[in-house]
């Protein structure tokens, strides 16, 4: 059978083809940067002819962008997996404290939670400053834990046995200026945001980026999730105290509407 053939076969009225969809735009999520088409119909062991009409299609959508042969996800597809990852991460009860913390600092408020491997941080929700000059993130953006201040807030509260099987595995890479550099310098970290209930991270995942974060609890005593406040970092560290308490103001309404009974952070 031919590529002709196959992409009859694989036509609209066919039930595969909304499942190839979904591969596609997996592979190309994936693999993060842009894709030629034989590599992709390579992976996806799929034919050239059929892959091509599937990925004009989604181009047309802005599912997918094509430039000079290469093929990665759209603005399409990076909202819907930011809508995705909102309505399974995000409850009922945190925007309202999102919005007001955002309003009072009037910078960029994130909400981060784990990736399904739990050595990620995903971005789950974003209000972006209204200063001009702001730091601007996607949500559904993932980064590693050990990078930023919201990443290592979950970390300082994962339970100890997974947190110890983390810090014998990560390899930590520079991604700017003021990233951690070593495993110990990662445990000190660590063990003073437990002490504070604060974490403060200035270059640790983007150059000129000042972040801080606090630990979101849920019923369970649990931290699934840091709530944190980025700033370009010549303008946040001269607000940390106020940043500091609006947060963990927020923090706590955000731990109460979860569940959370105890005392707020449990320090």
Same mark, same amino acid.
Request: hydrophobic fraction near 45%; charge should be positive; aromatic fraction near 4%.
């Given at each position: 059978m031919d590529d002709d053939e196959i992409s009859t076969a694989d036509s609209d009225a066919n039930p595969r083809s909304p499942l190839r969809t979904v591969q596609v735009l997996h592979a190309l999520a994936v693999a993060g940067e842009g894709v030629r088409l034989a590599d992709l119909a390579a992976r996806l062991a799929l034919p050239k002819t059929s892959l091509f009409r599937l990925l004009r299609a989604l181009e047309q959508g802005g599912y997918v962008t094509s430039v000079n042969g290469l093929h990665e996800v759209g603005p399409q597809?990076?909202?819907?997996? &930011? &809508?995705?990852?909102?309505?399974?991460e995000v409850p009922n009860g945190v925007r309202p404290a999102m919005e007001w913390l955002a309003g009072q600092c009037h910078e960029t408020v994130i909400l981060g939670?784990?990736?399904?491997?739990?050595?990620q941080i995903v971005y789950a929700d974003v209000i972006e400053a209204s200063n001009p000059l702001r730091f601007s993130i996607k949500p559904g953006l993932t980064k590693p834990l050990y990078s930023s201040a919201s990443g290592q807030t979950l970390l300082a509260w994962m339970p100890p046995a997974q947190c110890a099987r983390y810090l014998e595995t990560v390899q930590l890479q520079r991604l700017a200026a003021g990233t951690v550099q070593s495993?110990? &310098?990662?445990?000190?970290?660590l063990k003073q945001i437990r002490a504070t209930g604060l974490a403060v991270s200035v270059d640790g995942m983007f150059d000129g980026v000042y972040s801080i974060a606090v630990p979101v609890f849920d019923a369970n005593g649990q931290v699934p999730a840091g709530l944190s406040i980025s700033a370009p970092s010549t303008r946040g560290a001269q607000h940390e105290a106020r940043f500091a308490t609006l947060l963990k103001k927020a923090g706590e309404d955000i731990s109460r509407a979860l569940g959370f009974t105890g005392t707020y952070p449990p320090l």
């Open positions: 597809a990076i909202r819907l997996g &930011a &809508a995705l990852v909102h309505n399974r939670t784990f990736d399904d491997s739990r050595t495993v110990a &310098a990662l445990k000190r970290r």
